[in-house]
């Protein structure tokens, strides 16, 4: 036990790749065997963050539960893990998403086996960004989960899904491209990779490098990790793969993308951004509240003029991402203020909210697509009656999306709005107009799919959402009226990393 | 008597080459049986040199010294360093991967074996030589296998053309560099062309500035340099599959390695006053090589082509070390790295480009799509190979750029920002290539193919796990590495 005890981070990391090469010698055609053996395989990781839930110690000071070992000691760079309140609430979202999606894609039949090791190396790649205390092992992460995503999409995708994985991986990587060249040169200036060295070393170099003043560099260094970041997010004007990728990839790979991948970026700024260039993310924080404006409101336009309900729920992840970088902005302007506090806590609340709501809603868009075949919303129409229980399940997942008080997309976006109020007074005001348009768009593919005129041509062809998927979205459900309704529970445990680090 | 490893490595394959000269031309398991034995003992003998080199010790280990020529200063001088000893690994791995898959050569496999094993033996004893005068033999008696095997079992269309090509190519490169090696003989005034008393000749600065060029590019063209790499394309294509792999993956370090141990350590100084055109040039092989590959319509050139791009990254390590020495120490383990690294991807990419030949009879990317569904081995092997050759981490591509662009970063900064283009275009070749040849739709013609044999798939399964366990342990290769660094940086001393 005492082994378990100190290496619960690497077990959690490591235990879906020994899954996926367990996986990779069972028997192609025992595609039963293969569904259960990957669920099973990714609840270990999920039972053993939440002994790391029980375990951790909010009051703490610094990362808990550190691994270090060398790991490439010739250019200064370990094998250095640790979790703090903001990664422990990503890495349990992570562990709770990937069953699920799992459990999502148990209607795959092409070529099940290499779906599921994708799926768990997937898994593999999104923990390790959470989980790694060293830049280099932060960027090996970081890129090698777009190898199963691509995979994913450009094999089980869609109709178009060459251009949507093609666009999402030239995407990610050209801009990962600045954040590869700016994490050489710091190790490089600093001498190490191990971020809690670098926290001490960058942020104060003064002297100039390479024959330019050190402002100028680290401002440069600054884009390139932010461009890097706010693709992934994605903020506006950096999103436009997001669409495609999102509504080509299957229904579980959606679910992952939204709930998690997203995330990456979201907590690059927060580990990495704001840490290691304060001085930097003050002075370019008004620009990046505009962008994240942007966002916001593009995103919730886009959504209300989209007639593919995928592309819907896509373009609103655009919308509530947005939140997120707006809190992440004014903590960066107002940092050791309450208000930043409150804003991050909030950006980090809406983080964990969002990939609830956003996985649920790439679920439930899969659900009828599997049945209907199309996800045109105009073909849709009064299913309500043909379909209670899922029209049920739509109504409150939209409802948690959209912001409702007493579902969770509530507490962390006035969480949000109340921490950037103040520092932000014109952006928060005109991101009330994307508040008010997430309404519109949310209500929009309510009305269409389930009221209004019932289209004949359903009847009888429209089986009710079965067991299985109920238990996908039950837990999701759970969670957002748990949150919704007391949120201190997770609040807590945020909120003391939070202030610890701002 | 200690006993002669490396020898033994070195003249095994030629051992071998012979006997299966003397065996009749039907015998053709036999053929086949002699080459496989001995490039498995090569290999096994190779992989037993890599764990018993004593890494604290360093310098050059299982020395033999036999005199030659003593009047003029020539002997039988081998041994191996941290930098040469994965090099030889990584012959005995492309060797024996060679003959694997060239199991189904047909067409006179007596003299084609033979003359692999020639090859092999050439490439084994550059890496080994001591003796600036056992390197040029050993480097010149690669030409006569190299040209008759692109010639006689070569692509028909071109192999006239490109075993000429190359032929000439290396030919003037290895002649300009053996005139510097001539002028450093006579002006050392120590008679002798043991590279390890040549180290300490001290070569007078005006000297170096004007030799180094003639021998660092003289052997850079096998290296794959910008303007002197269009060879490299033609040969590799023209060439048959396991030419081709041993030619990209072996051969073109067998460049770069002498441009370092003849060039970089015997007249440094001369490395530093030319570091400046060796980056320029690098920098355009990475990215108009990479640029390159990108518009290719023929499956094998893209690989050829790759090639290039990729040696640009060794030699832009060079480079940074040559400019920056001690500080750029990480751009010299970087180039070491590639040289293994990159020697491994592109013996697999030319190993499954051959089979996929093999079985479709063109090369014809527009006409090829679905592969995957018929060689799912192949398939597998070149996505593994492509996401090393874009320096995805978790593989060997990633630990060996990474050093580099850090070394590249003390020297010559903006030289990093130009070169790390290359990464993302070579992302677009690779998953251009792997979503056309291996995925889409399977053309009807192909609905029979055969997977790839057992041999086949060894062959892959070892290039692949070589480049993973590298990638995910770079320790098992870079303190070996470094040691035979910080022999080279001694060299460059004061910078």
């Not at chain 1, 992934?232 to 790979?253: C, N, Q, Y």
């Not at chain 1, 990939?355 to 073909?379: K, P």
């Not at chain 2, 970089?264 to 355009?284: K, N």
């Not at chain 2, 060689?375 to 050093?403: K, T």
């Amino acid at each position: 036990m005492d082994f378990v005890a100190s290496h619960l981070l690497t077990l959690i990391l490591f235990t879906p790749t020994l899954a996926a090469l367990v996986l990779l010698f069972l028997p192609k055609g025992e595609e039963k065997l293969i569904r259960w053996a990957a669920l099973i395989a990714s609840l270990i990781p999920l039972v053993l963050s939440i002994v790391l839930w029980v375990r951790f110690d909010p009051g703490a000071i610094g990362f808990q539960f550190q691994e270090q070992v060398a790991w490439y000691p010739a250019i200064n760079s370990s094998y250095h893990l640790g979790i703090d309140g903001i990664s422990l609430a990503m890495v349990l979202l992570t562990t709770l998403l990937t069953p699920l999606a799992i459990l999502a894609s148990f209607n795959i039949t092409d070529r099940v086996k290499a779906y599921m090791i994708l799926f768990l190396l997937l898994e593999t790649g999104m923990l390790g960004v959470f989980v790694s205390l060293d830049l280099l092992l932060f960027f090996v992460f970081w890129e090698i989960g777009l190898v199963p995503m691509y995979f994913l999409i450009n094999q089980w995708g869609g109709a178009n899904r060459n251009y949507a994985s093609m666009k999402f991986i030239l995407y990610t990587m050209a801009g990962s491209l600045g954040l590869l060249l700016a994490t050489q040169m710091i190790g490089v200036v600093a001498g190490t990779y191990d971020l809690p060295l670098l926290f001490e070393r960058w942020t104060v170099i003064q002297v100039p490098l390479f024959g330019i003043p050190a402002g100028t560099v680290k401002a440069i260094a600054f884009w390139a990790f932010v461009i890097a970041f706010a693709i992934k997010v994605p903020i506006w004007p950096f999103h436009t793969w997001l669409p495609d990728a999102h509504t080509e990839a299957p229904t579980a790979g959606s679910m992952v993308l939204a709930g998690v991948l997203l995330k990456l970026g979201a907590y690059g700024f927060l580990r990495l951004v704001l840490p290691l260039y304060p001085v930097e993310a003050k002075y370019f924080a008004g620009a990046l509240a505009f962008l994240a404006t942007m966002a916001i409101i593009f995103g919730a336009l886009g959504a209300y003029g989209q007639d593919d309900f995928k592309r819907l729920v896509a373009y609103s992840s655009i919308n509530h991402m947005g939140f997120v970088v707006l809190g992440i902005a004014a903590a960066a302007w107002a940092v050791g203020t309450d208000n930043a506090v409150i804003a991050l806590n909030g950006a980090v609340l809406q983080m964990f909210n969002h990939g609830l709501s956003a996985a649920g809603m790439f679920f439930l868009v899969g659900v009828i697509y599997d049945r209907t075949h199309t996800r045109d919303l105009n073909a849709y129409g009064g299913l309500f009656t043909l379909v209670p229980v899922y029209g049920g399940i739509l109504i409150f997942t939209a409802m948690a999306s959209m912001g409702l008080p007493g579902l969770n997309g509530f507490v962390s976006e006035f969480l949000v709005v109340r921490g950037t109020w103040p520092i932000f007074t014109l952006a928060t005001a005109l991101s009330m107009i994307g508040l008010f348009s997430t309404g519109a768009y949310v209500l929009k593919a309510l009305k269409k799919i389930l009221h209004g005129p019932l289209n004949e041509r359903w009847v009888g062809h429209l089986p009710e959402i079965n067991p299985r998927e109920v238990l996908v979205i039950a837990p999701l459900m759970v969670l957002m009226l748990g949150i919704g309704i007391w949120p201190a529970w997770i609040l807590d445990v945020i909120n003391r990393a939070v202030s610890m680090w701002f | 008597m200690q006993f002669p490893l490396l020898s033994v490595i070195i003249f095994i394959p030629l051992v071998a080459g012979v006997l299966i000269l003397f065996l009749p031309a039907d015998r053709k398991t036999e053929v086949r049986v002699i080459a496989l034995a001995a490039s498995v003992v090569t290999l096994l003998l190779s992989i037993w040199a890599y764990i018993s080199y004593n890494i604290d010790a360093g310098g050059y280990q299982f020395v033999e010294r036999v005199e030659w020529l003593p009047s003029l200063g020539i002997s039988y001088f081998v041994g191996v360093d941290g930098i040469s000893l994965p090099l030889v690994l990584l012959a005995g791995i492309v060797v024996f991967c060679g003959v694997l898959v060239s199991w189904g050569i047909d067409d006179r496999p007596r003299e084609f074996f033979a003359f692999m094993m020639f090859l092999a033996t050439s490439v084994f004893g550059v890496f080994a030589s001591l003796d600036l005068f056992a390197l040029f033999f050993f480097f010149e008696i690669a030409v006569f296998p190299k040209y008759l095997m692109i010639v006689t079992w070569g692509s028909p269309k071109t192999r006239e053309y490109g075993g000429m090509k190359l032929t000439l190519y290396l030919f003037i490169g290895s002649v300009i560099a053996l005139v510097g090696a001539l002028a450093m003989y006579f002006a050392s005034g120590l008679h002798t062309f043991d590279m390890i008393a040549l180290e300490n000749a001290g070569f007078s600065m005006e000297f170096q500035r004007f030799w180094f060029p003639f021998v660092f590019f003289g052997f850079a063209v096998l290296g794959g340099i910008f303007p002197f790499h269009s060879w490299a394309p033609d040969g590799h294509v023209a060439a048959p599959t396991a030419i081709s792999m041993l030619l990209a993956g072996v051969e073109m370090k067998v460049g770069a390695f002498a441009a370092l141990r003849v060039a970089i350590m015997l007249l440094p100084e001369g490395a530093r006053q030319w570091a400046w055109l060796i980056l320029i040039l690098a920098t355009v092989n990475v990215v108009y090589g990479a640029f390159i590959a990108l518009i290719q319509t023929d499956f094998k050139y893209v690989i050829g082509f790759s090639s290039v791009s990729h040696m640009g990254l060794v030699m832009l390590g060079f480079a940074a070390v040559a400019a920056a020495g001690q500080n750029a120490r990480n751009g010299l383990i970087g180039a070491g790295m590639q040289m293994f690294s990159h020697g491994v991807m592109t013996a697999l990419f030319f190993a499954i480009v051959g089979m996929v030949y093999d079985r479709t009879h063109t090369r014809d990317i527009s006409r090829l799509g679905g592969l995957y569904r018929r060689m799912p081995w192949a398939a597998i092997g070149f996505i593994i190979g492509g996401l090393v050759s874009m320096g995805m981490p978790g593989f060997s591509g990633f630990v060996a750029e990474f050093p580099i662009f850090m070394g590249l970063w003390q020297a010559a900064p903006s030289y990093a920002i130009i070169a790390i283009l290359g990464v993302i275009i070579t992302a677009g070749y690779i998953f251009r290539v792997v979503g056309k040849v291996f995925f889409g739709e399977l053309c009807p013609e192909y609905e029979t193919l055969a997977d790839i044999t057992p041999l086949d798939k060894v062959a892959v399964g070892l290039l692949s796990l070589a480049m993973i366990a590298l990638g995910i342990l770079p320790n098992l290769m870079v303190p070996l590495v470094s040691s035979g660094v910080d022999r080279v940086l001694a060299l460059l001393g004061g910078a």
